[in-house]
C-alpha cells in the first residue's frame, strides 16, 4: 500500500513523495525503504537522519521541515499511529468456522457456525460461544458464555458460570472463575467456604499469561470493559476493576476490593481488602495499600502516601546515618555543657 493511503488509515497527514510503497513496521534503526518506522520519544531523535524507512511517524509537534529528504505520517499521538499502523499489517488472522475433530464439544454446548475452535479445547454443558477462536487445549466451564471477537490462547482454563464479552483477548496459562481463597476458622483447624459466584469480563478487555482470577464467594468478580491486565496478577473473590483500568505484572488485589475507572497500578502493588481506590488513581510500583484511596492522584510507599512527600522522604533515607551522627554529636555537646553548669 502507498504511504498516502497508509496516512488516511491512521488519522494523520502525511508529508513526503507520492510513490512511496509500505509493506510493514520497523525500528528506526531496522527499517529499509519498505517499511514505515515512528518517533515518539525525542531521545531517538538522533536516527531519523541515517534511517531507511519509507516514512516515519510523529507527533504534530515535530519539526518536519528539517529533514527535506524524509517522508513522514504527522498524527495527533504518534505512539498511537504506530498502534494502528501494526493493528493493520499484523492484526492476527484466524480462519472461523472451524471445529476440530480433536475438540470435545458438549450437546447442549452453543457455539456459533463462525466459531474457531482447536485441537484438543474442552466446551462443557451449555456453554455458549459466539463468533470467537478458542485456541488448543482451551477448558471452557459449564454454563460459561464468550462473546464475539475474542482470542482465547492455549491453555487457558474458563472455569463454569463466567461470562466474557466481546473483543476480550486472554493470553496462555490463565484462570478464569478459580475458587476465591475462603476459609473459616474453627478450633486451630481451616474450613473450605465454597465460592458460588461468577466472574464477568466486560467488552474490550485484555488479560496476560498466568493471571488467576477467582470467582466471587457469591454474586460476583468482574471485570470492567476497556481494562488491562498484564502478566502473573492475582485478582481476588468480589474484587471489582474499572473501566480503563491498568493492572502491572505481579499486582495483588485483595477480596472485595473495589478499584475506580482509568486506575493504574504498577510492578508488584499490593492492596488489602475491603478497600476502594478512587477513579484515575496511579500508584507507584512495589506500593503497598492498606486503606483506602479517596482522593485521585499518584500515591508511593508501604503503606503508600502522597508521591510528591514520598519523594521527600525517600531523599532523606540515604541520608539517616549522618543525621543520627550528627544528632549524637549533639547529645554529647549538651552532656558537656550540662555537667560543665
Request: hydrophobic content about 35%.
Amino acid at each position: 500500500m502507498s504511504a498516502l493511503e497508509l496516512s488516511q488509515i491512521i488519522n494523520g497527514t502525511y508529508i513526503g513523495e507520492k510513490d512511496i510503497k509500505i509493506d510493514g513496521v520497523a525500528s528506526l534503526m531496522r527499517a529499509d525503504v519498505y517499511k514505515v518506522s515512528f518517533l515518539s520519544n525525542k531521545k531517538y531523535t538522533k536516527y531519523i537522519s541515517s534511517t531507511k524507512a519509507g516514512c516515519i511517524i510523529v507527533d504534530e509537534s515535530f519539526d518536519v521541515s528539517l529533514y527535506k529528504d524524509k517522508n513522514f505520517i504527522v498524527c495527533k499521538n504518534a505512539y498511537l499511529g504506530f498502534a494502528l499502523a501494526l493493528t493493520y499489517f499484523y492484526k492476527t488472522k484466524l480462519d472461523g468456522n472451524f471445529k476440530s475433530p480433536k475438540a470435545t464439544i458438549d450437546d447442549s454446548a452453543i457455539v456459533s457456525e463462525n466459531a474457531y475452535i482447536g485441537d484438543f479445547s474442552y466446551i462443557a454443558k451449555n456453554a455458549k460461544i459466539g463468533n470467537s477462536y478458542i485456541m488448543p487445549m482451551v477448558y471452557v466451564g459449564e454454563n460459561s458464555i464468550i462473546g464475539d471477537n475474542c482470542i482465547i490462547y492455549p491453555n487457558v482454563t474458563i472455569r463454569e458460570n463466567v461470562e466474557i464479552g466481546n473483543n476480550v483477548i486472554i493470553h496462555s496459562g490463565s484462570v478464569i472463575g478459580s475458587d476465591g481463597f475462603g476459609y473459616v476458622k474453627d478450633n486451630g483447624r481451616h474450613y473450605k467456604i465454597p465460592q458460588i459466584g461468577k466472574v464477568i469480563i466486560e467488552d474490550d478487555v485484555e488479560i496476560g499469561s498466568n493471571v488467576s482470577i477467582d470467582r466471587a464467594t457469591l454474586d460476583e468478580t468482574i471485570i470492567r470493559k476497556g481494562s488491562k491486565i498484564d502478566n502473573l496478577v492475582q485478582i481476588a473473590h468480589n474484587v471489582e476493576i474499572g473501566e480503563n483500568s491498568i493492572l502491572v505484572s505481579q499486582c495483588g488485589i485483595s477480596g472485595s476490593t473495589k478499584i475506580g475507572n482509568n486506575v493504574i497500578l504498577a510492578g508488584q502493588v499490593g492492596i488489602a481488602g475491603h478497600l476502594t481506590i478512587a477513579d484515575n488513581t496511579i500508584v507507584t510500583a512495589k506500593s503497598g495499600v492498606g486503606t483506602n484511596i479517596k482522593k485521585s492522584g499518584i500515591y508511593s510507599g508501604i503503606p503508600v502516601y502522597e508521591h510528591s512527600k514520598w519523594l521527600k522522604s525517600s531523599a532523606i533515607i540515604p541520608r539517616l546515618p549522618d543525621i543520627y551522627r550528627k544528632i549524637q554529636e549533639l547529645e554529647n555537646r549538651l552532656k558537656e555543657l550540662e555537667k560543665n553548669d
